[in-house]
């Protein structure tokens, strides 16, 4: 079985300051990690994902998460955030086989204020 | 591309009825579609996988007699609440995974929001 940890329920921040959004998986195999967003009363989008190949995985709206497989780990951070981007961000992970399902983390809400 | 919608976006019904959500994958073919419940402030809870023209197959705890889904084509799946009661009031939202696009990689509907009154 594998599980996610988003340990972070609420993040504030202020605009333009550097934020991390923190996660932590647990699997006994080889995993995909995927980063997504949600605005209010909207489905998901996909942020970034990492399959295989280098660590660091940058994405859209400026993001980026490093894959640290000896921590367990598939933090997001954006260097500068603007207001647009508040909204709840999941962290989910599957399993590398094709008919894999994802299992999300409980969301961290990011605030950005002026 | 990869785009996929649901209807209605929102939807208000009575207690006792049924209410069907449609999911539909409008640029690829979807040979696998998923179903998620998500309740306010908590994370997606995934109900049912279902591959085109097979069974659904339902997590632990779902009511199949109550959460009936359908796949009956590669760009079409449907959930339907059966005797709906306010409980079952949530945000439902699908995803669909395509053979011939990007691997693994799921894509989100918009979500519909149902109120049983």
């Known amino acids: 079985a594998q599980s996610v940890t988003q340990l972070d329920s609420q993040v504030p921040v202020f605009e333009e300051a550097p934020v991390e959004l923190r996660c932590n998986y647990s699997s006994s195999v080889s995993v995909y990690l995927f980063w997504y967003v949600q605005y209010p009363n909207q489905g998901l989008q996909l942020l970034l994902k990492y399959l295989s190949g280098s660590t660091l995985v940058k994405g859209i709206n400026g993001f980026e998460a490093e894959f640290n497989k000896s921590q367990t780990s598939f933090h997001l951070r954006k260097p500068s955030v603007h207001i647009s981007d508040t909204a709840e961000y999941f962290c989910?992970?599957?399993?590398?086989?094709?008919?894999?399902?994802?299992?999300f983390g409980t969301g961290t809400r990011l605030q950005v204020t002026l | 591309g990869a785009v996929v919608s649901q209807h209605p976006s929102r939807v208000i019904c009575k207690s006792g009825t049924s209410v069907k959500i449609e999911c539909r994958s409008l640029?690829?073919?979807?040979?696998?579609m998923f179903w998620y419940r998500q309740f306010p402030k908590q994370s997606l809870m995934l109900m049912a996988t279902s591959n085109e023209g097979s069974k659904a197959t339902y997590e632990q705890g779902v009511e199949k007699d109550k959460f009936l889904i359908n796949h009956a084509s590669l760009t079409l799946s449907t959930l339907t609440v059966t005797s709906a009661h306010p409980e079952d009031s949530s945000f439902y939202i699908c995803s669909a995974r395509g053979r011939a696009i990007s691997y693994n990689e799921q894509f989100f509907g918009p979500g519909t929001r149902l109120t049983v009154l």
């Open positions: 640029d690829f073919q979807a040979t696998t």
């Open positions: 989910a992970v599957s399993h590398t086989g094709t008919a894999s399902k994802l299992t």
